[in-house]
């Protein structure tokens, strides 16, 4: 059974840094897709950004040139690096694996595996 772990999630002021870590198990997840997904207080669940097998990675406009993915498959790990912080970041942070063999990436339903999510809060 896979299982994704995140972790790294914290309270962090305006124009701060944080980053997220994605920890899997159960399966080795080098040749999937690996996405991050967010979730503010009474919004739905929106996309965030997502990391091929190969390394290539897409974002969404909101935080394009702020955060950064990547992944570290030695360590079966994805990370998701978030700078230059805003209030509207605040969410909580899921991230999900995707073993379809085509997209779109950035919809949730191309995901088969979730975390449980961290919590990121980005005060003024």
């Known amino acids: 059974q896979v299982q994704l772990v995140e972790s790294g999630g914290g309270l962090v002021q305006a124009g701060g840094s944080l980053r997220l870590s994605c920890a899997a198990s159960?399966?080795?997840?080098?040749?999937?897709?690996m996405g991050w997904f967010r979730q503010a207080p009474g919004k739905g669940r929106e996309f965030v950004a997502y990391v091929r097998g190969g390394g290539s990675t897409y974002y969404a406009d909101s935080v394009k040139g702020r955060f950064t993915i990547s992944r570290d498959n030695a360590k079966n790990t994805v990370y998701l690096q978030m700078d230059s912080l805003k209030r509207e970041d605040t969410a909580v942070y899921y991230c999900?694996?995707?073993?379809?063999?085509?997209?779109?990436?950035?919809?949730?339903?191309?995901?088969?595996?979730w975390g449980q999510g961290t919590q990121v809060t980005v005060s003024s």
């Open positions: 159960g399966l080795p997840c080098s040749t999937y897709v």
């Open positions: 999900a694996l995707s073993r379809a063999k085509s997209g779109p990436y950035y919809f949730m339903s191309a995901y088969d595996t």
